[in-house]
């Protein structure tokens, strides 16, 4: 880890410790393990529930400030990054270091003790994969960095049902494969908007790397596999037609926007396709919940 200069340490608040966290992340992360629970066949005490989705919210926070710990050095290069509360000196190093080491073990160890074996170790991996392998390791050294370490982010679907389950099939499979699908053109788009701060940090992303064109061309190959992976579950006879419909017309909308990102020279674009991937990822999880509780033939 490179030697780091830090701001002196100003006063902290309550504020500063749960941006720490990334609560953003921590919302979709969430989202997605509620989903990845509610479609499991078995049943589950709601306690247990709230429990295990706790966990995972605690756990996925702890490996957002271990992040924000290792890579002080470059978010106070980056725009997009420099008001975290590391490169403001609004907490120390060793403080955030400590913080995320107690939320992760603790978060993982409840998680054994209140849910099962299966749930925790998932969250652990998620947690190492996200920190050691991500951070760590690739992010600094391979412009396929978000390609790799996006299996993390992917991992909470898996934790979900496992806690109902305290075992896996292939469904939460499938859905950690949709999610591990999605990131890559998530983060491209963004990167595309954001290269020059990448570029200020050394972080070897893919427009950086292999170009603008060629990222544009990955995002909309990833975006196509993504789409026909979409349409197992139904292969599979795990889910029906109200899913079926919300995949294909969400799918065709993604595919328009990577294809008009591809054909665009407005750099800006980019944050236009970044913003509707988290909306096409919050209605395809949600469809899949209304089809299975079959909300739909209320109306």
Excluded at 185 to 205: E, S, T, V
């Amino acid at each position: 880890m490179p030697l780091v200069i830090t701001a002196p340490q100003l006063e902290s608040s309550a504020g500063d410790y749960w941006r720490l966290l990334k609560p953003r992340v921590m919302s979709l992360v969430v989202f997605t393990g509620c989903v990845g629970l509610l479609m499991a066949p078995g049943d589950i005490h709601p306690f247990i529930a709230f429990a295990a989705i706790l966990c995972l919210a605690v756990g996925c926070g702890a490996a957002g400030a271990l992040n924000m710990w290792y890579e002080r050095d470059i978010d106070a290069k980056m725009e997009r990054t420099k008001e975290r509360p590391l490169p403001q000196g609004k907490i120390q190093s060793g403080e955030a270091l400590g913080f995320g080491l107690i939320l992760g073990i603790g978060s993982i160890v409840v998680m054994y003790t209140l849910v099962n074996f299966w749930a925790a170790f998932y969250l652990m991996v998620a947690i190492l994969f996200y920190v050691i392998i991500y951070t760590i390791w690739l992010k600094r050294l391979t412009a396929q960095n978000i390609v790799i370490g996006g299996a993390a982010g992917a991992l909470p679907p898996v934790i979900g049902w496992a806690a109902v389950m305290n075992e896996t099939s292939l469904f939460p499979w499938i859905l950690f494969g949709i999610i591990f699908l999605w990131t890559p053109p998530h983060f491209w788009a963004l990167a595309l908007y954001r290269h020059q701060d990448y570029q200020k940090a050394n972080i070897p992303m893919l427009p950086l790397v292999s170009g603008i064109e060629k990222t544009k061309t990955q995002i909309l190959i990833y975006i196509l596999l993504m789409f026909f992976l979409t349409f197992y579950p139904i292969y599979q006879g795990d889910l029906g037609v109200f899913y079926c419909l919300s995949a294909f017309v969400l799918g065709v909308l993604f595919l328009y926007f990577g294809i008009k990102l591809k054909f665009s020279q407005d750099p800006k674009y980019g944050l236009t396709v970044f913003f509707y991937s988290i909306i096409y990822l919050f209605l395809l999880f949600t469809s899949m919940i209304i089809d299975k509780m079959e909300i739909y033939e209320i109306f």
